[in-house]
């Protein structure tokens, strides 16, 4: 996606009638760890983290789940080159759904990076195996006896757990983010977000309008115009 920010993503597929722009919320980097109060130094390894690529899917289930299918292979052997690994786990589990032996297994097997609705742990081995995970926050606990994989390669709906429990009290829930298969993926310090195969071109070419628009107004406010005459002149707004 031409190292368009997940900002600017976010944006062109607002504009392109999605109602969450592609945002999976309450995931962000944990490895390598960044401190939520204060900012990357320019130049920095973590703040040049960015990865994308297609989406490989993975279900999790409760553990003593019997009705849900199981995985004929072992999810992080079927890892596809170049691929995002994308995780959906019970929202209610605290415990991880990712290890360090199952980032130098993904990255064996050319893995871009790990984005998981749920947890992982073994920080400092995923920073060991070089392998960008993106989570909702760590854990102590491993998979036993708390999840298993299901399916793999299958439809995932994200929700954010933070967001449904305050949204049962409003007549609007935020709503969920579906991932097929094959949906690109990027991950950035900003966060998650989910392209559509579809709707690549779309976005791409949204994004440069948007870029350059964003440009323009950059260049009038630092000379002094101020935010909202450049917008207007910019935006239209």
């Known amino acids: 996606m031409e190292n368009f920010s997940t900002c600017e993503i976010s944006d062109a597929l607002i504009k392109l009638g999605s109602p969450h722009g592609g945002h999976l919320p309450d995931i962000y980097c944990v490895s390598p760890p960044l401190a939520l109060s204060s900012l990357p130094e320019k130049g920095s390894d973590v703040e040049g983290i960015r990865v994308e690529g297609p989406a490989y899917t993975v279900k999790m289930v409760p553990f003593h789940d019997q009705v849900a299918p199981k995985p004929e292979i072992h999810f992080v052997d079927g890892v596809k080159e170049d691929s995002i690994v994308v995780i959906d786990a019970p929202l209610s589990v605290k415990s991880a759904v990712w290890g360090g032996l199952m980032s130098f297994g993904a990255r064996a097997r050319g893995a871009k990076g790990v984005v998981i609705s749920g947890r992982c742990r073994d920080v400092l081995e995923h920073r060991e195996a070089g392998l960008p995970i993106f989570a909702r926050g760590t854990s102590t606990l491993g998979q036993r006896p708390f999840t298993r994989p299901s399916e ?86």
């Open 152 to 237: 793999i390669e299958v439809p995932l709906t994200i929700s954010s757990p933070s967001l449904t429990s305050v949204a049962s009290t409003q007549s609007e829930e935020w709503p969920a983010v579906t991932i097929n298969p094959g949906d690109w993926i990027v991950a950035d310090l900003d966060g998650v977000v989910v392209i559509p195969r579809d709707q690549m071109e779309a976005v791409r070419e949204l994004c440069r309008k948007g870029r350059e628009v964003d440009e323009r107004c950059k260049r009038d406010i630092i000379a002094g115009l101020g935010v909202a005459e450049s917008f207007k002149k910019h935006r239209g707004k």
